[in-house]
């Protein structure tokens, strides 16, 4: 049994061969009946330091203060919580109601409503899970999903390290992962409310806590500890409360933005060996620190991540891919299984009978060379990762098309073609083309369901300089 557990509650399908050995989390029933339940959550002399920050950082947990977040903690909370139906929108007043005459109060109402809603949110990251969870909007946003966080848990669990120090931990979803395999996580927050949720969810694991804390403040112990000591880092990469035109947290893409900033990380790593940080997707190859490995990680097909992993959690130097998903075992791809130099292809005459799509974790992270090598391929166009080939070997890291058909793209070549076969059901996909794909399909004359008429997949991209439509069928 894995340390510190005793609840058995783990389907492990979500990360099947991404896990070295199962893994249970406690449900709230199970922790309610340990020892530590009653533990505070000891943040009242930091409340204060809140409200300064808020304003500065851009923190907004809505009703929800730290006292809140320790009575939705208490047995109280979660009894409420637990009696509560699935979130329904329309049933909010009606329940309102109710819980109001059993003398709850107004916040409290409020509180447990709105756990409510973020776990019906979280199952989409968390499955089933997420009904254990206490969350904050901004902390769910910002989670790593399960089985993401589960491939950084395994590389410190596997160096034995006494203690992972998660500077910046969020609600908590790397620390209680970790924890769940055994590693002792000592977790902070710079904001009081996501350091008290984070304190909570890590209830089941006695060991394994989360306080208010600053990732610029910490101090690397010093040997023969510290060779036994790990740090994470998931500096936050959006500012919270303000949306973009979809209503989402507004992204930041710079390093300079990240908090705790890019200087810190390094820092961090250098004062301790058995470091790892997440950052964005679109971390710049050229900024890789010599002798760390920088991972992309996609999940279904959406890559999610880079994460750089120092010292004895680097498996490799360099840059590798790995690729999760619902449907595909966990695989890893690396510069030692590219070719040294990816061709491209030269005229329209290289469109071969088959164009493959690798995952984008593996195009993200410059490993092209690893897809175009094997296949004997040629990239469409240096950068735009699709690959051409005349052999009809698969990889389990690129999606494999049959090319139906090639021609120049115009929009009404392709209008005149499409017509002539009678489509109106098309699935478009498109890289290094730009053209916004609701105003095409305005052009064309089509929406985006299926229509009466037969169905196409195109793929819009550029070979040998020259745009190109490609007529596909996925393989
Ligand atoms: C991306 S989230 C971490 C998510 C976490 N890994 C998880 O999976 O739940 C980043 C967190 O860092 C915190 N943070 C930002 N700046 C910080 C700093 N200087 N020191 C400590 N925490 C900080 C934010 O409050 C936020 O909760």
Redesign the pocket.
Known sequence: MVHGMTGARWSGSAVAGVALEPVRWHSHEESANEPNLGRGLALGQLECQRSGRVAR?G?DHGAVDVSTVRWLASPDGQALLRTLPTYDERQVLAETTRLRSQGFSADQVAAALTQQRLRARAVAKFGEFAGDLLLTA???E???RLEV?TTHAHRFAANSLATVH????????????MSVLGVTVHA????PV??AV?DANLRPWPDSRARV?????FRAPLEPARARTGA???????T?GVADIHGRARRLYRLDD????WA?VLDIAAAVPATGA?LGPSFPHDRVPRDAEAQWTSWDGAVLECAIWWGPLARRRGRSACVLGSRTDPLEVDESMCEPEPRAARTLADIGPWVHEPDRAVTQAGLIGAVTGPLDGLEVEPGLGYVLTSSDTVLPYARRHQVLEAMPFTVKSLKAWLRTRGITGLTVKKRGVRLDEDSLRRQLGLGRGAGTGASATIVLTRVAGQQVVLVVEPA
Do not use: H
């Open positions: 950082e923190w901004d902390g769910l910002q989670a790593t966080a998660d500077l910046g931990c969020g609600i908590g979803a790397d620390a209680i992962t902070i927050d710079a904001d996501t350091a984070a804390g600053r990732a610029e403040e994470w880092l998931d500096p936050a990469r959006r919270t990240l908090s705790p900033s810190t997440k």
